[in-house]
């Protein structure tokens, strides 16, 4: 067993961390601040040949394997998991999404785009009532000559205000659930596509664009289908897996981010005489998330690795993302308590991770739902 990265592997890793640390990181606090993500920080992951790692180089991607994007991922959720989340969502759950279902002519008209950047896509499958049992939704799309006709509300939608182009699930009979289900790809200016910010102030990635998008007998040619009809629950599935790995190496990020804060704030602040780092209690608790942050890198790396043997990846995927989502909450929580005051204040970026994480542990699957993905595949269908 290797757990060696290739030369090239290292090289992309390496490439993403001085970008992180150097361009990301600085500005990470005032975008949390101002609510918005540096556009220019876009651009720059364009010109790094990151916004698009995975895609073939035909299409202006940089050809990446799955480890090596989940890298990308990781050092940019060492930095900043706003950005991190725009990433996971263009690249693995919108431009990987119509690499994999794309028919040649929409590959053509959308991947150069959206690899370079002057598209960006989002991914709209949350509604109102309709979260954890996606199968459930609401949006229909009726038939209309040569058009689909949808009407509809989603939420939550990642990227949703600044998106050129959208990934929308809908259905063409509510009471056939997953069955009834298309992928429509809808450029964002159609008639009949409206979008507003989500109310309310986010508690984490609030950098992050969350729209509410709305669909007002919006029409779409039937060229707007990604994927058959009735195969949008797995074009939907297949995103979900891509971008879960996405999401557990940035978690991997953000544990890493909290061990190497609270290692050197334990070397630097003195309490009863001595570094607090040699207080016992302490060093249990750094020794834990290292342990912690080690085990969901494995994990995380696994699944990327599986996948690049085109081997299946699920279940594993899903161990990656409930743990290393679990694993950074504990870092995040610990690494509050330990600054003290200054974990409580946004001076440092600790609190910035306590917030960020519990979004992690919500969207692309809640933990709960990882752990039915992970329980259904242990147990099997019953004989
Ligand atoms: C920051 C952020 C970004 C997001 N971005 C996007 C996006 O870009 N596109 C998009 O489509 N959506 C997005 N979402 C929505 C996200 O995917 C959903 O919120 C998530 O799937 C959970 O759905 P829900 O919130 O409706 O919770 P519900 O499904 O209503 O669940 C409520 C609670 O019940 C639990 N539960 C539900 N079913 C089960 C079960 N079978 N067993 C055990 N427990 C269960 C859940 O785990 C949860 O704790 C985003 C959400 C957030 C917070």
Redesign the pocket.
Known sequence: MDFALTSEQQRIRDRARQFAREEVAPLAREADATGSLPRQLIARLAELGLLAGPLDTAYGGAAMDSLSFALVCEELGWADSSLR?FLT?HAG?VTMCIRAWGTDEQRARWLPRLASGQSIG?????EPE?????ASIQTTATADGDDYVLNGE???????TIADLAIVFATRDPAARHKGICAFLIPTETPGFQRERMPGE?L??RA?D?ARITFADCHVPKSALLGEPGEGFKVAMSALDRGRLGVAAGAVGIGQACLDACVEFARARRQFGQRIGDFQMVQERLADMAADVDAARLLTYRAAWLKDQGRPATRETSLAKLFATEAAARAASEAVLLFGNRGYSNEYPVERFYRDIK?MQ????????Q??IIARDLLGKEE
């Open positions: 989340g969502v759950l989002c991914y709209c499958l949350t309709a979260g954890s049992d996606a989603k939420i939550w939608i990642t990227n949703g986010a984490g990635h992050s969350h979004g919500i969207y692309e699957g809640t933990s709960y739902i752990r039915v």
